[in-house]
Every structure is written in structure tokens, then in C-alpha cells.
């Protein structure tokens, strides 16, 4: 064996091509970069809870004692959930952020080689993950309207397909799945995963189905409705044994003190909550028919707390430059043909409304739309 000393250690040769995740840029940065004031920003580009953190909650983060690990069984935040979403605690799991359990369920699931199925456009982690864990992902696109495109998707199941996994509602289109489209998955006999990560926003939830398919899967987590992105707590409801086997792969202390303690106040903080929930709702509604009447944006209907616009003339990356200039911060993908004339903005504060739609004139002004 030659020692060399002089290098870096050798990279794993089937990882180099891994390609990154692509996520949102920082505020601080997009704004030094565009010599814009942070302060001025509305930061509309990752779908997070536009109140900010709850008071409660802030008050019970700072009292924790941080000296002390968290509990590896999450015992009491378990517990928590199983109230919330009437579910066994048997098969909650929680972990840092939805995340940490789509890839907790890969890993626990689907062996390298075997093939993954989702349908696109669609939330970027799956690629993410499926390429990290050399796992083969089955894109099939969805339909004119975003709903799934059942033709498609049945003839591409095999007996190599470990895993069907769809969010619902749908990042970043809006649209949720049907029951009639879920029962069809179903029928199939391939373990379906539901990513309900904008559930709250929706109103209801798969879980109650799990009863009757012990191959559904439901992934839920606290960044949206809650405010708790940065704090990263996700939770699945499982059926037992797959909640058993999650429990003794995952790393123990992967959720922090912080966020245990923080999403154990928000549970006990509901009606704030909902609150909040209906408020988003009205300015989910108030935005779309706004938008709804110019001539150079088209929003589509959507059930999360965001709504993917489609611009007239095709240039979604002009008009999102456009906004960012006047400080607004939405979300361009650049990674699918069909959202190439789109923009994704999540739902403001009702009081920061007008400001939006006055910045959303100037940016198509300045884009040429108007
Ligand atoms: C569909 C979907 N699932 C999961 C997540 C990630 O959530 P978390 O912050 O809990 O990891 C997001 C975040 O954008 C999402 O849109």
C-alpha cells in the first residue's frame, strides 16, 4: 500500500459526479449582493411561516437546560404528536426535519438499485436523496394541470419499484392529490410515501388512511405552518415495523434540545396557530384573485401557502431578477422546462400584502410585461 502523505485523503469515485442540492440563497446574501437593505426584504422564496417565531415558543426555547442531552426515545414529543394527528405514538418518528425522514424511509426501504417513483415537476430533495443513496429515480410528468398522470405512472411500476413518494399538496405547484389518484397508487401494492409538509395549510390529512393501507406512509413537519424551519422537526407516521427499524437507523440525538422543546410549545400553542392558518388562507386567496386580473401574471390554484405564477411572455427568470432588485425574494426554478415561465411566491403577512403587489407592478414594469 503506498503512503502518500502529501494529498488529500482519495474521494469515493461514485460520488464525484453527485450533483448538489440546490437550495435558497441566504437573505443577508442575495441583499449585499444586490446592495439591497435586509431590512427592506420580503423574503418570499422557501415557503416559511411569514409571523415568525411564536412568543410561547421563543419564551420556552430560552428556559430549556442545553447542558443536558435530548431524550433518543422523544418520548414526550412523541407523545405530542400522536395527540395531534390521532395517530399511535408506535408510529410517530421524529427527526431534523422532514428531510432527515424521506431519507430515514429510503434507507430503510430501498436498496441501491432498486427504483423510486415520483412525478414531476416536484420537490428536489427526492433527486437529492435518491442520488446520494444510488437509488434510481422514475420521474413521470405530471399532466397540463399538475395532477398526476396516472397513464404514465401505472406502466412505469415494476417489481423493482420499492417506493412511490408525492408531497400533498404539491411543491412547487399547488395542486393536491386526489383521493380517487391516491387509491389507484394504492392498489398497486407499492408502498406509497404522502410528503404532507403543507398539510396545515391544505386542512386534512392522509393519516386516517393508514387504518385501512398498511403500505401508506405520511411525512409532516413543523418549518411551515409552525415557524420552526430553522429549529429542522419533521415527524412520520409509519406503520409499526417500519417505525421500529426508523428508530434504531436513525442517529439518536439528530433532533436538538431545541427543536424538541420548541415544537412541544407550539403544540401546546394550536389556536395561535390557527390563527395564523386562516390568515394565510384569506391572503392565499386575496393574492391569487388579485393576480388573477393583470395580464401578465397567471397564478395557479393551490392548497399550500404558496402559489407558482405563471408570467406571460415566458421569462420567469426576468421577473424574478426584477423583484429581487425591488427586494422582493420569490423562488425561479431553473431545473424544469415547464417552470422555465413560472415564479413561486410564498404567502406574505396580510400587512405586507400591499407591498408586494405594488413591488410585483414595478418588477413586470421594469421586465417589460406592463
Ligand atoms: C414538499 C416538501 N417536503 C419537505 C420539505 C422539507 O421540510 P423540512 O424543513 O421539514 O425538512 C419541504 C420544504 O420545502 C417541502 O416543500
Same mark, same amino acid.
Do not use: H
Given at each position: 500500500m503506498p503512503l502518500d502523505r502529501s494529498t488529500p485523503p482519495p474521494l469515493r469515485p461514485d460520488l464525484l459526479d453527485l450533483p448538489p442540492y440546490v437550495a435558497v440563497e441566504p437573505v443577508d446574501s442575495i441583499a449585499a449582493r444586490l446592495g439591497i #437593505? &435586509?431590512? #427592506?426584504? @420580503?423574503? =418570499?422564496? /422557501? *415557503?416559511? *411561516? &411569514? %409571523?415568525?417565531? @411564536?412568543p410561547a415558543v421563543r419564551e420556552a426555547i430560552a428556559q430549556a437546560n442545553y447542558a443536558v442531552y435530548p431524550d433518543p426515545a422523544q418520548a414526550r414529543l412523541r407523545r405530542a404528536i400522536a395527540a395531534y394527528v390521532g /395517530? &399511535?405514538?408506535?408510529?410517530i418518528v421524529v427527526g431534523a426535519g422532514s428531510d432527515e425522514l424521506i431519507e430515514l424511509t429510503l434507507r430503510a426501504l430501498v436498496a441501491p438499485g432498486q427504483h423510486v417513483l415520483t412525478c414531476s415537476p416536484t420537490f428536489g430533495m427526492y433527486r437529492f436523496l435518491a442520488d446520494v443513496h444510488r437509488l434510481e429515480l422514475d420521474l413521470v410528468e405530471r399532466r397540463e394541470d399538475f395532477s398526476l398522470d396516472l397513464d404514465a405512472v401505472l406502466p412505469r !411500476?415494476?417489481?423493482?419499484?420499492a417506493l412511490i413518494v408525492l408531497p400533498t399538496p404539491n411543491n412547487p405547484t399547488g395542486n393536491a392529490l386526489s383521493e380517487a389518484e391516491l387509491e389507484a397508487l394504492l392498489a398497486t401494492g407499492v408502498t406509497v410515501v404522502l410528503d404532507e409538509a403543507y398539510a396545515e395549510f391544505k386542512g386534512d390529512? %392522509? !393519516?386516517? +388512511?393508514m387504518e385501512d393501507h398498511p403500505r401508506l406512509i405520511v411525512l409532516r413537519t413543523f418549518?411551515? +405552518? /409552525?415557524? =420552526?424551519a430553522g429549529l429542522r422537526v419533521g415527524f412520520g407516521v409509519l406503520p409499526e415495523p417500519v417505525a421500529d427499524l426508523l428508530l434504531r437507523i436513525k442517529?439518536?440525538?439528530?433532533?436538538n434540545l431545541t427543536g424538541e422543546v420548541g415544537a412541544l410549545a407550539a403544540l401546546e400553542h394550536l389556536d395561535d396557530y390557527h390563527a395564523q392558518l386562516d390568515l394565510l388562507r384569506g391572503v392565499r386567496r386575496d393574492l391569487s384573485a388579485a393576480l388573477a386580473e393583470t395580464s401578465w401574471i397567471r397564478p395557479y390554484p393551490s392548497e399550500g401557502n404558496f402559489l407558482l405564477c405563471e408570467v406571460e411572455g415566458g421569462d420567469g427568470a426576468a421577473l424574478y431578477g426584477a423583484l429581487a432588485q425591488q427586494g422582493v425574494f420569490v423562488r425561479f426554478f431553473a431545473d424544469h422546462p415547464r417552470l422555465s415561465s413560472t415564479i413561486r411566491i410564498s404567502m406574505p403577512r396580510p400587512d405586507q400584502l400591499p407591498t408586494l403587489l405594488e413591488r410585483l407592478r414595478a418588477a413586470a414594469a421594469a421586465c417589460g410585461l406592463v
Open positions: #437593505d &435586509p431590512t #427592506d426584504v @420580503l423574503k =418570499l422564496d /422557501a *415557503n416559511e *411561516n &411569514p %409571523f415568525g417565531v @411564536l /395517530a &399511535p405514538v408506535e408510529r !411500476i415494476t417489481d423493482d419499484t390529512s %392522509f !393519516i386516517p +388512511w418549518s411551515k +405552518w /409552525a415557524g =420552526l442517529q439518536p440525538y439528530s433532533v
